[in-house]
């Protein structure tokens, strides 16, 4: 006999296995080997969620109570994926070109950005879902008990309560471990992926283990075995077709609306052409897991006592016959169709939660706006960790309360007829552009309400209520209000009834509401981009130019998607645009794809509320409302040519004014920086003179008549003397800086290469600003062990770059404690970023533009204290060195990032 506690141990080895290879995944996803973790066979294994231990022990015991009737859950899903299949392309390229992160995301947006909406769909699928994730963590506390009560050595003899208690803390752990590292939709799960396809392979090997051993080790051969079910009650079982056309239909709509199933179907889909493989290997992977099913069910139910749990066959019939190993196979099997299921649902709805109820409380209670409200990133991230342990939570609850129901399909069909629900606003919204938010609130409402009191409450029994003197006469003793004969059908299956009450009025309500309501213009736009996406590829346009500014769009960005990947994408769109920098012109057509990028983090709704706090609202033009409304194609591509060539015109217009505006601002720097030099150049000329003219006349100067003729002394004379020598310093740093700036310019400068460590060029660079009689009053924070970095480089004059920089940051900053970040980072293999950021008040935006111009200076020359060219040499050097220097808009204070090769060109890879 396996030994209970040796039975634990194997489980925590198959958990910590799972770990790894959820943790090798993501490492190499983070190195950019992504290879086979996007192959099609991945993605297909990844939909094996929908095999939970419903299908891998409650299929054998639905079999054994009921027949042929399991088949069902089978067919279903394959018949979506084989004739469906254009519908789920559809759905993975809306879920593509809309940032969609949830089936309640998608429904929000096509529906207006409707957070009511998507508030109503994730209550629905968290309710919906509790009883599904019940079934797991019953499943496996029915699997841990059938192992304990056999081996009296066990430590402790296994309490449901307790293994199921201690089951959801675990796959908790592991959930927000792996499902919550990243925002960003397209940045996929990759770990949790990896690992659920491997559970996948684990728990069709054991079933079909399991079914060998049944078939030819229990059952004498193929022949015998046939017999056997043929001679079985199970064989007896009549065909209700109603009752098999429902359940055939509701496994298909769970399978579109399950939240785990859309998390793998859409959100996780990383190619569309996947869906062709998935759709022939999938009801593959359906057959291979339902082929032993009815012979496993015939077996246990002739060769185990009476009464045994026909749930727990897959595990028993081994146990029966002594087949540890095989019953130890099975086990983890059963483990990992609950497991995979539990941490998908668990990623799927705490996204849900976060993006529809916990963000947009959170944002209307931000008084400061959107901008200025803090670390959002850090908020979802701490939302979404919460809502893992509270959906496990509510799971181990109904668990609880409802004690345990042996029957695990039963549960199974409460939670697909109530995630079901949202099917036809789902399917009416992108196939219907008549479709509206009322309408879909309205049949997701009427189908909530019905479901709820038809099958969900009566599941609690007498804990909610619903006792048997209630279901058998109806609230107030009203007949036709009865839960399982509503509207006075009688002699109804009860899931046929509650199936289809609940589906019809349910659409009836969606119908009429769209009908006699008039769809808001963001839902019309909306609307026309759903259905017909494939011949729409953005977002549709709703935004007018925008009062914001780029750099605080550009800041409220990096609090959400992180500085790396706002600063990327606010420098691409500069550059489309003609621009330097990261601070594009803020048109709609920006404003689109940014929404759509902040909406991969933290849902549509929330993003469109978000930038509406900056932007100041949506606007929707009379020309985009002709648009929506005229089909005709020669009008629309018309307009379409029209617009393009008035951007282009636009374009080509504000390029030239800001190149005008450009020479403009160079043209008043040339006669500034004439009259400037000349009086760099004069001034000290002029000093040198009139002190040397005093000298000359103050005559010989011997030991006993030090100026005799002018009155001069020893002292006068040195301080005379250390006048014109300074004057003549500052005349050779002038001269040095104008030569040296030329030199560099075309290209005639020597440069010493050396392997050098990236520390050492920074700590030489602070030392020599901190010790030459300058303000110290500046606070250096260095990220020193990030530093250590080896780099081809000319450690002077990359040391003069840093120096500059450091100065800067002395002489300008102008907060009340200044201070100087100085972050090293790599970038890939074999490059090298560098951030100089203080805490001042930064740099106008209107000037970033011109800061590395020669002899541009932002403030008074006193301050300043030089010609205006230490950032053009900063520039020339770093070009000289095979890097850039730019100004980081959006940091808080002036903020300058320099880029380097690690590796001179030719010289090899830097380790």
């Not at 979506?80 to 940032?99: C, D, E, F, Y």
């Not at 010989?700 to 002292?715: L, R």
């Amino acid at each position: 006999m396996l030994s209970f506690n040796l039975l634990v141990l194997v489980c925590l080895a198959y958990a910590s296995l799972l770990f790894f290879v959820a943790f090798w995944a993501e490492k190499r996803a983070e190195r950019g080997r992504l290879g086979w973790l996007r192959s099609p066979v991945v993605y297909t294994l990844s939909l094996s969620i929908y095999c939970t231990a419903w299908t891998f022990y409650g299929a054998v015991g639905y079999a054994a109570r009921s027949g042929l009737e399991f088949v069902t859950i089978y067919v279903g899903p394959s018949l979506v994926m084989i004739g469906w299949w254009w519908v789920l392309r559809k759905l993975v390229r809306i879920g593509r070109t809309q940032r969609i992160t949830s089936i309640a995301d998608l429904i929000s947006s096509r529906f207006g950005k409707s957070n009511t909406l998507g508030v109503l769909v994730t209550l629905l699928a968290v309710i919906g879902t509790t009883p599904y994730i019940a079934l797991q963590l019953q499943s496996v506390a029915l699997s841990f008990a059938v192992f304990g009560l056999n081996d009296p050595q066990a430590m402790v003899v296994p309490d449901l309560n307790k293994t199921a208690l201690w089951v959801a803390g675990g796959l908790t752990l592991f959930t927000i471990l792996f499902g919550t590292r990243n925002l960003d939709a397209n940045e996929r799960h990759h770990g949790v992926v990896t690992a659920i396809a491997l559970e996948a392979v684990v728990k069709l090997v054991a079933l079909v283990a399991v079914g060998v051993f049944v078939v030819w080790g229990v059952g004498g051969g193929l022949g015998e075995t046939l017999a056997r079910i043929d001679a079985s009650p199970i064989a007896q079982q009549s065909i209700n077709g109603t009752r098999w056309v429902t359940l055939t239909l509701l496994a298909a709509a769970a399978f579109l609306t399950l939240p785990r199933m859309f998390q793998v179907l859409v959100v996780e889909n990383s190619e569309e052409s996947h869906l062709f493989t998935a759709g022939w290997a999938f009801p593959l992977y359906l057959f291979g897991m339902s082929l032993f099913v009815i012979p496993i069910a015939v077996t246990g139910l002739a060769v185990l006592p009476e009464g045994a749990n026909p749930d727990m066959f897959v595990l028993t019939i081994p146990l029966n016959y002594d087949k540890q190993a095989l019953a130890a196979l099975s086990f983890l099997g059963g483990f990992s169709s609950a497991t995979s299921m539990v941490i998908v649902a668990a990623i799927a709805l705490s996204t849900m939660v976060s993006n529809h109820i916990v963000m947009p409380i959170w944002l209307s209670s931000r008084k400061e706006g959107a901008t200025v409200s803090g670390d959002v990133r850090s908020v979802v991230l701490l939302a979404r960790r919460i809502s893992i342990a509270g959906v496990l939570g509510l799971g181990y609850l109904y668990f609880h309360i409802s004690g345990g129901s042996e029957a695990l399909a039963a549960i199974g069909m409460i939670s697909f007829t109530g995630v079901a629900q949202v099917l036809p606003a789902l399917i009416g919204g992108v196939f219907w552009r008549g479709a509206t938010r009322v309408g879909a609130i309205a049949g997701i409402v009427t189908g909530f309400v019905i479901w709820a009191y038809t099958m969900f409450l009566p599941s609690f029994g007498a804990a909610a209520g619903f006792t048997e003197a209630f279901m058998a006469s109806g609230p107030f003793d009203l007949a036709w209000l009865r839960p399982q004969a509503l509207f006075g059908v009688t002699g109804a299956d009860p899931v046929v009834h509650a199936v289809v009450w609940s589906i019809a009025l349910n659409s009836l309500a969606f119908v009429i509401g769209s009908l006699v309501s008039f769809p808001r213009p963001v839902e019309r736009l909306q609307g026309a981009q759903f259905v017909n996406v494939f011949e729409h590829t953005g977002a549709a346009r709703r935004w007018s130019e925008g009062v914001a500014e780029a750099e605080d769009l550009l800041m409220m960005a990096q609090r959400i998607v992180g500085p790396a990947e706002a600063q990327k994408l606010f420098q691409i769109e500069a550059e489309s645009q003609g621009k330097q920098g990261y601070l594009p012109d803020v048109t709609p057509a920006f404003l689109e794809r940014l929404e759509r990028e902040l909406a991969g983090s933290v849902g549509a709704a929330t993003a469109h509320a978000m930038l509406g706090q900056l932007v100041g609202g949506s606007i929707v033009s009379v020309e985009d409302l002709m648009a929506v409304a005229d089909e005709a194609a020669q009008i629309m591509e018309y307009s379409s040519q029209l617009e393009a060539k008035s951007s282009e015109l636009a374009r080509t217009a504000r390029q030239l004014r800001e190149a005008n505006e450009k020479l403009t601002a160079l043209s008043i720097q040339k006669d500034a920086f004439l009259s400037q030099i000349s009086h760099e150049l004069r001034t000290p000329m002029t000093s040198i003179r009139a002190f040397s003219e005093i000298l000359r006349d103050s005559g010989d100067v011997g030991a006993g008549d030090v100026g005799a003729d002018v009155g001069m002394d020893a002292e006068s004379l040195k301080r005379f003397s250390g006048i014109i020598h300074d004057e003549a310093q500052r005349l050779t740093r002038l001269l040095d800086d104008l030569l040296d700036l030329s030199v560099l310019e075309n290209g005639q400068v020597t440069l010493n290469w050396a392997r050098t460590n990236l520390h050492d060029v920074i700590a030489r660079a602070v030392q020599a600003t901190t010790h030459g009689g300058m303000n110290t009053e500046l606070i250096v924070h260095r990220a020193e062990l990030s530093e250590h970095i080896a780099i081809d480089t000319d450690p002077d004059r990359l040391a003069q770059v840093f120096i500059n920089l450091i100065t800067n940051a002395r002489k300008y900053c102008d907060a009340r404690n200044p201070a100087l970040h100085i972050t090293a980072t790599r970038v890939g293999r074999d490059q090298l970023q560098i951030d100089f950021v203080d805490n001042g008040s930064g740099i106008p935006s209107d000037k970033q533009a011109m800061i590395f111009e020669k002899f541009s200076r932002l403030t008074d020359q006193a301050k300043a204290g030089g010609a205006g060219l230490g950032l053009a040499i900063c520039r020339e050097i770093m070009h000289n060195l095979g890097g850039t220097i730019s100004y980081l808009p959006g940091q808080g204070g002036a903020a300058f990032r320099l880029k380097l090769p690690r590796v001179r060109r030719g010289a090899g890879h830097v380790t």
